[in-house]
């Protein structure tokens, strides 16, 4: 079947690169995500992967270069951290346009000021809305299969979209952890061929990103919203077809953990929602009734999904792993994404931002159980007195 | 409440010290080495390095760190061990002015890469309480130290695991701890005769049961009230206060007085600015910062500088 090994995130996503016969990266350092292009520079040169390896000279040229790549039919790949995704940010909007399914691996990291290596989600959610598939992957495992499930989604022909796949930096990109790799074979089965519905060809010249009036930009803007309302559903299929191919089956959407009769959830994603689960354990052995709610897919924003499921919750507490300074609520993009989902539930449902974790600090065992502790206190009371905290100074 | 509702009784903690650059791969292989072996037993395992000590430079205090558990591991994303059953010095001189033992459980072991007895060793370290043994492996006779970047920064290692001292020295934590069954350590490292040889050969000293004592954490809410504006920091112009390095050096430059010329070529080479020409024409080294990079010695061209290992000197 597979092969298991104690392996990094960063080794991880190089792995399913790999599997997944990527023919063209674009590489350029920057930590925590640089693990990934170290061990595909290794790949290729033990012969182990058949690639073209392009140093750019910078973050905006490594996207420019798969931009080229994959206009000329060639699957590509590339990856960034933290300033290095913000500096490629004129990039992503065009390649989103222009159907181009590219895949970026984001080990996240905080964004300077000052010069910081720890994980925060900031950079990569930077990107939100640049028309790209995004998720979160919160062990090893996942890296490998969610960077395989975006090819696959990505250049479905009904979708044809790039995708950012993002993991905690140092915490999923760093640390080993058990990953079954997949055979060739299963991969083939899985994602088939990349094949664009235009390639740049010297025989069949074509213009990609016109200049256009005004008058063209709904229309073209309109047939990408399309592309983006096929993703959930060829979303769902992949996952579908992946389990029943590798035997690992995913909620496409939100994980849940322990939540059957959960009056309390904790919402978020990413690597510090493994740590939540082990809090929630702990407090479920003492009798308390709390969840974890671990949200898989970030865009599209799985708000239906959201909205169906977890409008039966007395209280969720979202916690936010970035800074989006000045954002409604006062909190995060979670936060405020997740009470637009419940819109309709308003104030049955009591929802609270915790912003934690920020620069790469850990979010700790004991700051999650006063998360719970104060989420307990609002079902108690019935009042919110504070819609977000800051923690480790709010709480 | 909240200590007890966490604790892990199953799991066992492993902190490495090393010096960058040059040890990182044998630090490396030691906590892979361990687990690797552990997992053939059953156990949940996870290995990596401190994210902050990297990008490492020549001589700094690097870590890596092991958790092997009975039960799946709940305490995963951390950057440190914040309870270590087992430290384990890659480099003798680490037991000089580094703050290996703080945090360690009560009963943990400390193994030292040295050649010395774990009686010279004990007199550096200060306060040992906590400790309930202390060992030393002479790993540098039984095996040749290993220098690479492969396996770095969460990448594969292409050169696989315990070829050089890793292995003795992962030898004698078996033999000290019993942490992993020798046979499953044999089978995971490259050079497994180096490894029994440190099974077999370092020297233990059991110390009486003591209680270790309390570190006190900086919260993060004087973090916030000490930052300056902007986290706009003044720029050091003599020293650097904030980062005092003397603590790097594995061998302190000796001047012999009767050689030296006072040329003032170390003066000239000392790439930290630790040398100071003197009034009577000689030179003094700043023992505070110098790192022991031994230019000094082998510029000077009356041979009047020796390096001595820093451990033969106990201030």
Not at chain 1, 145 to 161: N, Q, S
Not at chain 1, 222 to 241: F, G, K, S, T, W
Not at chain 2, 181 to 208: F, T
Request: glycine share 8%; with cysteine; aromatic share 8%.
């Amino acid at each position: 079947m597979g092969k298991i090994k104690r392996i990094s995130g960063c080794v991880a996503a190089a792995q399913a690169v790999r599997l997944a016969d990527v023919d063209v990266i674009s590489s350029y350092p920057i930590r925590p995500y640089t693990g990934i292009m170290s061990e595909l520079a290794r790949m290729i040169a033990d012969g182990e992967l058949d690639a073209e390896l392009v140093y750019a000279e910078g973050e905006h040229a490594q996207l420019s270069v798969v931009y080229g790549a994959s206009a000329a039919g060639a699957r590509a790949y590339t990856g960034s951290s933290g300033v290095g995704v913000t500096y490629a940010m004129e990039v992503y909007s065009p390649l989103s346009g222009e159907r181009l399914p590219v895949q970026m691996a984001i080990g996240d990291r905080t964004l300077d000021p000052p010069g910081d290596f720890g994980s925060e989600h900031t950079d990569a959610e930077c990107c939100r809305d640049q028309g790209w598939i995004q998720g979160w992957a919160s062990t090893q495992q996942e890296v490998l299969d969610m960077a395989l499930i975006y090819y696959r989604v990505g250049e479905d022909p009904r979708v044809m979209l790039p995708q950012y796949a993002c993991q905690d930096g140092y915490y999923v990109t760093h640390i080993l952890g058990t990953v079954d790799i997949p055979d060739e074979a299963q991969v083939k089965e899985f994602l088939p061929p990349y094949k664009n519905h235009h390639v740049l060809d010297p025989k069949h010249p074509q213009i990609i990103g016109a200049q256009i009036e005004p008058e063209q930009g709904p229309p073209m803007q309109y047939q990408r919203r399309m592309a983006i309302d096929n993703i959930n559903p060829v979303l769902i299929q992949a996952y579908d077809e992946f389990g029943k191919i590798f035997g690992r089956k995913y909620d496409p959407f939100l994980e849940e953990y322990m939540t059957e009769d959960a009056d309390i959830v904790m919402f978020g994603q990413g690597a510090h929602m493994e740590t939540a689960k082990a809090v929630a354990k702990r407090l479920r052995n003492l009798g308390e009734k709390v969840g974890v709610v671990r949200l898989r897919a970030f865009r599209p924003f799985p708000y239906e999904e959201i909205a169906k499921r977890m409008s039966k919750y007395k209280a969720i507490g979202v916690l936010d792993n970035s800074a989006q300074f000045g954002i409604s609520g006062g909190a995060g993009v979670l936060l405020t994404e997740l009470r637009t989902a419940l819109y309709d539930v308003g104030d049955k449902v009591k929802t609270v931002g915790f912003v934690a974790g920020l620069g790469g600090e850990v979010v700790t065992h004991e700051e999650f159980l006063r998360m719970y502790k104060k989420l307990e206190d609002i079902v108690k009371t019935g009042k919110v007195e504070k819609t977000r905290y800051w923690v480790p100074f709010e709480l | 409440m909240s200590e007890s509702l966490f604790i892990e009784p199953g799991l066992q903690q492993v902190t490495v010290w090393a010096r960058g650059v040059l040890m990182n791969k044998d630090a490396r292989d030691i906590v892979v080495g361990l687990t690797e072996a552990a997992a053939k037993e059953g156990k949940h395992v996870q290995a990596w390095e401190n994210y902050v000590d990297l990008p490492d430079r020549i001589y700094v205090p690097v870590r890596a760190y092991a958790k092997i558990s009975t039960d799946p591991i709940e305490s995963r994303y951390v950057y440190e061990n914040d309870a270590p059953d087992v430290v384990v010095l890659v480099e003798e001189t680490m037991v000089k002015g580094l703050a290996v033992l703080d945090g360690i459980k009560p009963g943990a072991v400390l193994v030292v890469n040295s050649r010395r007895s774990p009686e010279e060793v004990r007199g550096f370290l200060g306060d040992t309480s906590g400790l309930s043994a202390l060992v030393t492996v002479d790993a540098n006779s039984m095996s040749k130290a290993l220098m690479t970047l492969s396996g770095a920064e969460g990448a594969t290692d292409a050169t696989g695991i315990g070829a050089g001292i890793s292995a003795p020295i992962a030898g004698a934590v078996v033999k000290a701890t019993g942490i992993v069954k020798i046979d499953n350590l044999a089978n995971v490292v490259k050079n497994p005769d180096a490894m029994k040889r440190g099974y077999n050969e370092c020297k233990i000293m059991k110390l009486e049961k003591t209680q270790p004592k309390k570190i006190k954490k900086i919260t993060a809410q004087e973090r916030l009230e000490q930052l300056p504006f902007a986290g706009t920091v003044p720029s050091p112009q003599v020293d650097n206060r904030g980062m005092v390095t003397g603590s790097w050096r594995t061998q302190r430059p000796i001047l012999d007085a009767e050689q030296c010329t006072g040329c003032g070529i170390c003066w000239i080479y000392c790439p930290d600015a630790c040398v100071t020409r003197t009034d009577d024409g000689l030179v003094t080294f700043n023992l505070e910062f110098c790192k022991g990079c031994a230019l000094c010695s082998s510029e000077c061209p009356t041979n009047a500088v020796t390096m001595v290992p820093e451990l033969d000197f106990k201030d």
